[in-house]
């Protein structure tokens, strides 16, 4: 089976570092691609205070924490707090720690911003391309005008102060086909720093990936774009080794949480423990290489169709690891998820 060539050649790194937390469930979207669960609420401050506590058990100088939802704008005060907080108690462990938000950017204004641009944050801006793209991909809960206006100038806003970013493009196979025209888009309304996210959890076809290589090749050669792609040992995505902390409290070790209600089964195998039970980070002390070598061996008791789209992801992954390798060996440096 094709799938299941070299899977073992992705780069060494630990996920001891960073942690993700996710502040609420609750979006304002309703995205086809994102599957996940909003039976949860809100995560309480005592969670996400001990949440930080975990984080700076590491015996790492440097730390990341990783706001997450839902739309975590969604919860600006527990932001704030969990900024506060972590600032105080970093200055105690004498670590350095800095913040990565992830935002559908409908919340964003001047005000956030010059907040957030007092502290080092990177803020990964979800935008999939023109309006109809927009829309389509990433449709309002309420059926209300989209305010794609309000996006770009809050984009836009972003830029001017010069706040670290970069805007997140979320494609799938069946709207690949606009994929170049929305990266256009996005450049000409400012956006100079890119992503390009393929949806984990669907099936990409060999063809499929062959014309996003052949599609890569071309905007990797654009002056004055930063292809984020390019700068990162993010692949393969779904063998991310990642620390999510959910609402409630529970801690999982992958990126399973955007796919819980599709994939369920991968959900709970990926499920660690209750944060209240651990006591040290280096408890989830977990590499890339140890994470795909368990997607291998999870997917061989999953259902076929499971197990056929772990097995394409983690291709696609190395595929794309092998791709920048190859064209962009200078530029690979650790991703933020690795």
Known sequence: MEERKNLNSFKESTNIGILTIMLTNKCQMKCPYCAVDRKYHDMPEHIMKKSIDLLLTSPLKDAQLQFFGGEPLL???????????????????????????????????????????????????????????????RPLIKNSKYPIELLIKNLQSLIKHKIDYFVNLTFSPKNIKDLEKNIHYLINIGAKNILLSYTIGSYWPEKIIKSYLKLLK???????????????????????????????????????????????ELNKSFYFNELIKVKEILALKRTKKDQVALLKKLSKKFNPKLQRMILNNLRFGELLNDFFKKECPVNKTNSVTS
């Open 218 to 264: 071309k905007f990797i050669k654009i002056q004055n774009l930063n292809l984020r792609n390019s700068t990162e040992s993010s692949e393969p995505i779904l063998g991310s080794p990642q620390i999510l902390i959910d609402s409630s409290g529970k801690i999982y070790l992958g990126c399973a949480a955007v796919l819980e209600k599709t994939f369920p």
């Open 75 to 137: 919860r600006w005060d527990l932001i704030k707090k969990g900024i506060n907080y972590s600032q105080k108690m970093s200055r105690k462990k004498q670590k350095n720690i800095r913040y990565f938000l992830t935002t559908n950017g409908l919340l964003l204004d001047e005000l956030k911003i010059s907040y957030l641009k007092q502290y080092p944050i990177t803020v990964m801006f979800s935008l999939d391309g023109s309006s109809e793209t927009q829309i389509k991909n």
